[in-house]
C-alpha cells in the first residue's frame, strides 16, 4: 500500500524558514517523480514544486522560485522542501504527492502557517 | 500560463440524480493532458480521471471524463452520497501545471 506522510509543519514568522519532509513507502521510491502541492486554508491547489525520480530534474512555480528548495534521498524514501524567506502568502496545508503529471498518490497534508 | 476556468461554482443536486461540470481552458491543452480530482474536507484530494477520459484506479464506473482542445466535462452518472466533494480539474500539457478554482456538488 502506497503511503505518504508529511512532517514538519508549524507556526513560523515572516522571513523565517521550513523544512517539510515526506517519508514514502509502499512503491519504489527512485522509480518516481514527486511533487509538493498546497492548498491556502478554504482556497484551491496550487502546485509549487516537483522533481524527477533521479533527482536530476527540478520545477519550481514562480511564486516559490529562489526561496525554496525541494530535494530526496532515495536512500532513506524521503522527499524534502526547505522553504525560507517565508510570507504570509505561503500559509497553507502542503501536501507531498507521488507522481508528477497527475498525482496518484498523495499525503494528508502539513500545515505551514507564517505569522507573527 | 494556462488558467482553467470551473462551471458552475456550486452545483445542488439530489442523490441519484446526475451531475454534469465543466472545465474550460484559457488554451488549448495539449494531447488531452487533463485531470480531475475529488476533494472531501479535510481529506487530500483524490485523483479520478486523467487523459481526459481514464479512470485512475479503483475509480466506480459512474465517473467518466469527455472533452479536447479548451472544453472539458466530468460527468458522474448517479450521485451516491459519497460523491458530494469539491472537483477540481488539472492540466499538465503545459507548464506550470495548474489547477481550476473547483466546483462543490452540494446536497439540494
Known amino acids: 500500500e502506497v503511503q505518504l506522510l508529511e512532517s514538519g509543519g508549524g507556526l513560523v514568522q515572516p522571513g523565517g524558514s521550513l523544512r517539510l519532509s515526506c517519508a514514502a513507502s509502499g512503491f519504489t521510491f527512485s522509480n518516481y517523480a514527486l511533487s509538493w502541492v498546497r492548498q491556502p486554508p478554504g482556497k484551491g491547489l496550487e502546485w509549487v514544486s516537483a522533481i524527477s525520480g533521479s533527482g536530476g530534474g527540478v520545477y519550481y512555480a514562480d511564486s516559490v522560485k529562489g526561496r525554496f528548495t525541494i530535494s530526496r534521498d532515495n536512500s532513506k524514501n524521503t522527499l524534502y522542501l526547505q522553504m525560507n524567506s517565508l510570507r504570509a502568502g505561503d500559509t497553507a496545508v502542503y501536501y507531498c504527492?507521488?507522481?508528477?503529471?497527475?498525482?496518484?498518490?498523495w499525503g494528508q497534508g502539513t500545515l505551514v502557517t507564517v505569522s507573527s | 500560463e494556462i488558467v482553467l476556468t470551473q462551471s458552475p461554482g456550486t452545483l445542488s443536486l439530489s442523490p441519484g440524480e446526475r451531475a454534469t461540470l465543466s472545465c474550460r481552458a484559457s488554451q488549448s491543452v495539449s494531447s488531452s493532458y487533463l485531470a480531475w480530482y475529488q476533494q472531501k474536507p479535510g481529506q487530500a484530494p483524490r485523483l479520478l480521471i486523467y487523459g481526459a477520459s481514464s479512470r485512475a484506479t479503483g475509480i466506480p464506473d459512474r465517473f467518466s471524463g469527455s472533452g479536447s482542445g479548451t472544453d472539458f466535462t466530468l460527468t458522474i452518472s448517479r450521485l451516491d452520497p459519497e460523491d458530494f466533494a469539491v472537483y477540481y480539474c488539472q492540466q499538465y500539457g503545459s507548464s506550470p501545471y495548474t489547477f481550476g478554482p473547483g466546483t462543490k456538488v452540494d446536497i439540494k
Open positions: 504527492a507521488k507522481a508528477w503529471e497527475f498525482p496518484d498518490y
